[in-house]
């Protein structure tokens, strides 16, 4: 089998039983940068230099260099597992992460108030301006908004409870302050979404915006 027969059955068996964000990640690292370099090759050829120097060719973009590393370290774990390379052969043992800088910017008091003013005059099509509000409120992630259906929110309690589906972490109970809840009641329900995108499912389009 080929590194690309691999990469079929990665994304079949593996990345199937994943989550959505998760699938969709591994099939760009798969398709942009690791299959234009190593799809034709044998999946038992693959050598640790082969690997260090995808790697290595990677260097400038240091973040998706590691995660490329970590999907190719699952895919020929799973290899071994499937027959395809011996046990305890696997090409990326010794190959070195490289370091990462965490980034973070924390919004300073002035700055989220001339936020919340310029999400109060945005017009658009979508709930926009509520999504990143709940966002400020709750520290969800953004996919936890964008998914969320009505039947989740437990109005009594002033939760929402995130199904383990629809949670990175697994199912959880997110708290709403009262500023969550007003923004909530002013929404109308013309979707099972919460915050519905132009034709009735999630949104869509939020990065753009």
């Not at 691999?6 to 959505?20: G, K, P, T, V, Y």
């Not at 290595?56 to 499937?82: C, I, Q, S, Y």
């Not at 003013?117 to 990143?132: H, K, M, N, Q, R």
Request: charge should be positive; include cysteine; proline fraction near 7%.
């Amino acid at each position: 089998p080929t590194m690309a027969d691999l990469c079929a059955r990665f994304m079949d068996e593996h990345a199937s039983r994943c989550r959505e964000g998760t699938r969709r990640n591994y099939e760009i690292l798969w398709r942009k940068h690791i299959l234009p370099r190593l799809g034709p090759r044998k999946v038992a050829d693959i050598k640790r230099d082969d690997v260090a120097s995808l790697h290595h060719a990677m260097r400038e973009t240091p973040a998706n260099a590691n995660r490329v590393l970590e999907v190719l370290g699952k895919a020929f774990d799973l290899a071994e597992v499937w027959g395809m390379r011996p046990d305890g052969s696997t090409p990326c043992r010794h190959v070195q992460a490289y370091p990462e800088v965490k980034r973070e910017r924390i919004l300073s008091p002035e700055e989220i108030e001339r936020l919340w003013s310029a999400l109060d005059t945005l017009d658009c099509e979508v709930p926009f301006a509520e999504l990143v509000k709940l966002l400020m409120l709750t520290g969800c992630r953004v996919s936890e908004w964008r998914c969320a259906i009505w039947s989740w929110l437990d109005r009594d309690q002033r939760l929402l409870r995130l199904p383990d589906a629809a949670a990175k972490t697994g199912a959880r109970d997110v708290h709403l302050p009262p500023q969550a809840m007003a923004i909530l009641d002013a929404l109308p329900r013309s979707s099972v979404y919460i915050l519905p995108g132009a034709k009735g499912g999630p949104m869509q389009g939020h990065q753009k915006i």
